[in-house]
């Protein structure tokens, strides 16, 4: 068993998704937050739980080293992509510009991160930034082509982390 705890995918997006609930479960009508994939979710039931956010690390992390052996630069990438049923007679661009702003803004003001409680000692999160906002994303193809009436926006994250290695 490695003694060294230096990748954080998971707890990184366990407090991207605890943003997401505690801060924009309210303001969006959010009815669900969920880790993986939207295209793994089946469809009959999508109704159901949008509103929602689906938050995944993607495309990859880089590991950088700061000084050799131990410390450790890291940039984790993640996709958040939001979607939510178009009102009738709404202007949706107005409200997807509106909307993304939020979730961006909303992510930015939380940029070390600071209420991760279980990274490893000697790791902090150095930012997170929205590196770009689709909104117009494959992932709205594929929800209208679920139903007419769902839309959705993706918003790219970067989160950069120092860790260090075990003495």
């Known amino acids: 068993m490695p003694n060294n705890n230096i990748f954080h995918t998971r707890v990184i997006n366990e407090e991207l998704m605890r943003i997401a609930d505690t801060l924009l479960k309210t303001p969006l009508g959010l009815v669900s937050v969920i880790r993986g994939d939207l295209s793994q979710i089946p469809t009959p039931g999508i109704l159901n739980i949008v509103p929602g956010i689906w938050i995944q690390a993607n495309p990859a992390m880089t590991n950088q080293f700061g000084s050799l ?3 450790h630069e890291q940039s ?3 996709r958040l992509i939001y979607v939510r049923k178009l009102a009738k007679g709404e202007n949706f661009v107005a409200k997807n510009e509106d909307d993304s702003a939020y979730i961006g803004n909303t992510y930015t003001d939380k940029i070390y991160l600071p209420d991760i409680t279980n990274l490893p000692t000697g790791t902090f999160i150095l930012w997170v930034q929205v590196k770009n906002i689709e909104f117009q994303p494959p992932e709205d193809r594929f929800v209208q082509q679920i139903h007419a009436d769902l839309a959705a926006v993706a918003l ?3 989160v ?4 260090r290695r075990a003495p």
């Open 76 to 78: 984790y990438f993640y």
């Open 156 to 158: 790219n994250l970067e």
């Open 69 to 71: 052996p131990r410390e």
């Open 160 to 163: 950069r982390v120092k860790t």
